[in-house]
C-alpha cells in the first residue's frame, strides 16, 4: 500500500491516479499514525517551502515524515516533497526544513534565456545507478515546474542532475529515500516507469 501525506496542498489526486495506473493501490491521508505505520510514504507536492512546512507543523507531521525518511522504509519526495528534505530553505526568506539531508534550498539565477521559474520538459543525467531509474533511457526527459532548487552537502545522495543554465540536482537517492524534482506523475510513460519502480521496492 502506497500512502501519500496530505497537509492541505499539493496535486495529490494526480499523483494517486498515477500509482494507480502503474496497477499499485495507494491512498491519500493526513493523519499521523498512519504515515508513521505505512510501508510506502510518498511526499508530493507544489508552492511555497515555508507553507509546505507549516501545513506538516499543522498536521502534526514533521516527526512522523522525519522518522519515515530516516527510516529503511521506502520514501519519494516529489517537487516540494523533495526541498522539504533539507536544511534550509531561502525562499522569501530563511526556513527550516525536515533537515534530513544536509543542505539548502537555492533559487536559480534568471537569465533572458533561463526564465525563471523554469517550467517544461528537460533530460535528467543519472549520477549512479538507482533503482528508481531502472528500465529508462540514458537521459529520459521529466517535467519540471520549479523556481527553486536542492544543494546537497554531500554529492554522494545526488542520483541526477539536469542542466538549466548550469547543472542542478534534480534527483536524490539514499538507501531506500527517493526524492525528484521533476514530477513524475507528470511526466507520460518514463515518469509512471519510475511510478512502477518505486511500487516494486522492499523495504532493507
Known amino acids: 500500500m ?3 501525506v496530505d497537509y492541505g496542498m499539493g496535486n495529490l489526486r494526480s499523483v494517486q491516479k ?3 495506473s502503474v496497477g499499485a493501490e495507494a491512498f491519500i491521508t493526513s493523519d ?3 504515515v508513521e505505520r505505512a510501508s510506502k510514504v510518498v511526499l508530493p507536492g507544489v508552492g ?3 507553507d509546505t512546512m507549516a501545513g506538516l507543523r499543522e498536521h502534526g507531521l514533521i516527526e512522523p515524515l522525519r522518522e519515515a525518511a ?3 522504509k521506502p520514501f519519494l519526495g516529489i517537487c516540494i516533497g523533495l526541498q522539504v528534505l533539507f536544511s534550509f530553505s531561502y525562499e522569501r526568506g530563511e526556513h ?3 533537515d534530513v539531508i544536509p543542505g539548502e534550498v537555492v533559487q536559480f539565477d534568471a537569465t533572458e534565456q533561463y526564465k525563471v521559474p523554469h517550467i517544461g520538459w528537460n ?3 543519472p549520477r549512479k545507478e538507482v533503482s528508481l531509474l531502472e528500465g529508462l533511457p540514458e537521459q529520459p526527459h521529466m517535467y519540471f515546474v520549479h523556481s527553486f532548487h536542492v544543494v546537497p552537502e554531500d554529492p554522494g545522495v545526488i542520483a541526477a542532475e539536469t542542466d538549466y543554465g548550469g547543472l542542478f ?3 536524490i537517492a539514499r538507501g531506500n529515500l527517493f526524492a525528484t524534482q521533476f514530477h513524475p506523475e507528470k511526466s507520460q510513460k518514463l515518469g509512471l516507469q519510475i511510478l512502477k519502480n518505486f511500487v516494486e521496492l522492499h523495504a532493507g
Open 2 to 4: 502506497i500512502t501519500i
Open 18 to 20: 498515477a500509482f494507480e
Open 32 to 34: 499521523p499514525a498512519e
Open 48 to 50: 511555497a517551502f515555508a
Open 70 to 72: 530516516l527510516d529503511e
Open 96 to 98: 527550516r526544513g525536515l
Open 123 to 125: 533530460p535528467i543525467i
Open 169 to 171: 540536482t534534480s534527483m
